[in-house]
């Protein structure tokens, strides 16, 4: 059980100082309390002939009270037949296959680090991009990244049709995986090369649609372009050997606290503590002799 409004149960304490106060107060005698000695309003106390603030009767709007302060904090219990939300963020890792990376020892810490981000990326669907001088889709963010796994470990130099570098088409094939996520990343491991006006561009178009960019450097022949890497992405950049900074980036949950999933989830008892506060007042019209 849980409280969904919790704030209200500082009502209690306000609660608690009237019923002192009420406790402390002469009874009612309408007025006689300043005629009549005490025995004889003792007397009048046990025929019942104080009025309705006599005895335990007193005490029924403070528990009525108490009880509508319960009701609107919002007990609640876990529904069984709560609906289920599917998570509104994606990962898609782009890996670099052109001959710089492919043709080299760059393409096994490629494929290394692309399986460290899958063992780090539980929970979040994951999509899969190859490119080199075009780009392609490998598979679509998936629930189990698991999947992947084989798929990486069969990538060699003779994968891809084509040679060339052009991270652009990597980058605008991702942006049309992520579109409509509340909360999209794109991940390139790549080396850097092939990185120009169009790539930039592109780059800058996802980022203004509030996709982050993140990188992993591989060495490459020729030498990596760590700048023009830095340059593309708004999120960390890191050596592909040590990508904490990037795996820390996507580890953090991107769902927001939302009040009404979290009341869609529960079963508010509130309404029936509520009806109990009803309960509690019709001593009060009772008819007198």
């Known amino acids: 059980m849980i409280l969904l409004r919790p704030l209200?149960?500082?009502?209690l304490p306000v609660l608690a100082v009237l019923a002192l106060a009420i406790w402390h107060r002469p009874r009612d005698a309408g007025g006689w309390n300043a005629l009549l000695p005490p025995h004889m309003l003792a007397g009048l106390a046990v025929l019942g002939q104080l009025g309705c603030g006599a005895g335990w009767l007193r005490f029924l709007p403070i528990l009525g009270a108490a009880a509508l302060i319960a009701g609107l904090a919002g007990p609640a219990v876990r529904r069984a037949d709560a609906p289920v939300f599917a998570q509104s963020d994606a990962?898609?890792?782009?890996?670099?296959m052109s001959p710089s990376v492919a043709k080299g020892a760059a393409l096994e810490h490629a494929k290394a680090a692309?399986?460290?981000l899958l063992a780090q990326l539980a929970g979040r669907p994951v999509g899969l991009i190859l490119y080199a001088g075009e780009a392609y889709a490998v598979a679509a963010p998936t629930d189990d990244p698991a999947t992947l796994e084989t798929q990486i470990s069969v990538l060699d130099a003779e994968t891809m049709p084509d040679e060339g570098s052009r991270p652009?088409?990597?980058i605008a094939l991702a942006g049309q995986m992520l579109t409509g996520l509340k909360r999209a990343d794109l991940v390139l491991i790549s080396d850097g090369g092939g990185v120009d006006d169009a790539a930039r561009s592109e780059g800058l178009r996802l980022q203004n649609a509030g996709i982050r960019i993140l990188a992993l450097i591989l060495p490459g022949d020729p030498p990596s372009d760590?700048?023009?890497?830095?340059?593309?992405?708004?999120?960390?950049?890191?050596?592909?050997?040590?990508p904490?900074?990037?795996?820390?980036?996507?580890?953090?949950s991107g769902l927001d606290r939302d009040a009404a999933m979290l009341a869609v989830q529960y079963r508010d008892l509130g309404p029936w503590l509520a009806l109990i506060a009803?309960?509690?007042?019709?001593p009060q019209f009772r008819r007198q002799s």
């Open 168 to 170: 652009a088409a990597a």
């Open 226 to 242: 760590v700048n023009a890497l830095k340059n593309l992405a708004n999120g960390p950049v890191t050596s592909f050997d040590a």
């Open 278 to 282: 009803v309960l509690t007042l019709l």
């Open 114 to 116: 692309a399986a460290g």
């Open 8 to 11: 209200w149960l500082w009502a």
């Open 91 to 96: 990962v898609v890792i782009a890996i670099d």
């Open 244 to 252: 904490a900074p990037v795996t820390r980036a996507l580890a953090g």
